[in-house]
């Protein structure tokens, strides 16, 4: 039997898993997508099954999505940002949509298989 140590505990592994994770924060923050209030999941491009999983939003989130969508297309027209304290966060931001959004590709899927058949 050999003696393996788990990589999440050793201190190699943790090393790594802050450095992947520093790497995350700043492409998040690269990205411009949060200096206009958005998240990561307004900013998916609008397929037919992303366009679903936006009909099956409870209203709040819809509400809310459609308020920074408006808010970042008016920054955006006149060319500015938000205040920093008002960015979104790297650990503030949810995946909202992507539940909705793996339920509707799985029965997308699902009915093509059925219609194979």
């Known amino acids: 039997m050999s003696s393996t140590v788990c990589p999440r505990l050793s201190p190699a592994g943790s090393a790594t898993s802050r ?17 206009l209030g958005l998240m990561r999941d307004d900013t998916i491009n ?20 459609m308020f920074r969508l ?3 297309l008016d920054l955006s027209m ?8 008002q960015w979104t966060k790297y650990e503030e931001d949810v995946y909202y949509l992507e539940p909705y959004l793996e339920e509707v590709i799985h029965e997308r899927k699902e009915k093509e298989e059925w219609a194979k058949n």
């Open 19 to 35: 450095l992947l994770v520093g790497f995350r924060k700043w492409y998040y923050n690269a990205c411009g997508f949060n200096k």
């Open 46 to 65: 609008e397929d037919s099954d992303v366009k679903e999983a936006i009909r099956r939003l409870p209203e709040q989130v819809y509400n809310d999505r």
């Open 70 to 72: 408006k808010r970042a």
């Open 78 to 85: 006149k060319q500015q940002i938000l205040p920093k304290d």
